[in-house]
């Protein structure tokens, strides 16, 4: 098996653990980030009273509205990406020996190598699984809506002229649901709502990886010059630089993660046209006009908390899956092959 499959299904694997474990927090944030009216801000309620209210009035299924299609967009995104990260590494790597066998540089991959190499493996990503989070933010930001269709009941109590409301549950929203809403507004390229913001955002997961590699590189560097132990690096130690580099890249491209989970969501048709994005630029132009610059930062500290957690979890899965693999392939290897019996 190859070092870019290893890393592609330990990348995948991490990254479902992580989406269980954090989804109830990605649906209040994705939320948070589409509520266009600033005088409803329920990024202002903290997040686990937001939970309460949702688990209160829709149910605990609507914490894990999307989780299907977002556990295959998970392991689909981390495997693509681990996939390509591997694969841009190992020849940016080679570059680096290449150049220091011509006296240029020590053959270490430096930070801007690095940045390029998670850029790349990135655009490939979101090309790739775009439509996947479009449906998936559809089923966060959709709640339980209730049709009231009048009824005329003639009853003792009530007036002939005030006649009772009849509240009529919607039907289940499923994934199928989602999917044909999407196409319906916009056909295919409905599904690559918000492409541009995200690839913008590749930013995120190039700083990202920048941090932790270079955290990483230090903490070995560090490690491997004391004279006092020369053990290798924790999973703990994995988890913690996870966190930092996660949290980093998070503060930074915030306001266009905002902007993407508002063009994924339902437009909203008529009405008031605040609430209606024709494309990227417009909805960035409406929200510095409604909103102001607060609206860019909606719901901000409970997405820290879950993508950190989240990116700290991922790292310390993926790092201990491709040492099991690592292990059980070279195990294996130095097996001694019986001869057969006569």
Known sequence: MSDAAINGLAGAGGGIIAQLITYPLQTVNTRQQTDRDPAKDHSKIGTVEQMCQVVKHEGWGRLYGGLAPSLVGTAASQGVYYYFYQIFRNRAEASALERRERGVGDGSVGMLSSLVVAALSGCVNVLMTNPIWVVVTRMQTHTKAAAKKHQQIQTPASAPDEPLLAVIESPRYGTA??????????????????????????????????????????????????????????????????????????????????????????????????????????????????????????????????????????????????????????????????????
């Open 177 to 342: 649901n989602a999917i044909h809403e999407v196409y319906d507004e916009a056909g295919v390229r409905g599904f690559w709502k918000g492409v541009l913001p995200t690839l913008i955002m590749v930013s995120n997961p190039s700083i990202q990886f920048m941090l932790y590699e270079t955290l990483l590189k230090k903490l070995k560097e560090r490690r491997s010059s004391s004279k006092i132990t020369n053990r290798g690096v924790t999973a703990g130690e994995i988890f913690l630089l996870g966190a930092l580099a996660k949290l980093g890249a998070t503060v930074v491209t915030y306001p266009l993660l905002v902007v993407k989970s508002r063009l994924q969501a339902k437009q909203v048709a008529g009405g008031d046209t605040r609430h209606h994005y024709e494309g990227t630029l417009d909805a960035i132009m409406k929200m510095i006009r409604y909103e102001g610059l607060p609206g860019f930062y909606k719901g901000m500290s409970t997405k820290i908390v879950q993508s950190v957690l989240a990116a700290a979890v991922l790292f310390m899965v993926k790092e201990e899956i491709v040492k099991g693999v690592r292990f059980l392939l070279t195990k294996d290897k130095a097996l001694p092959v019986r001869p057969k019996s006569l």
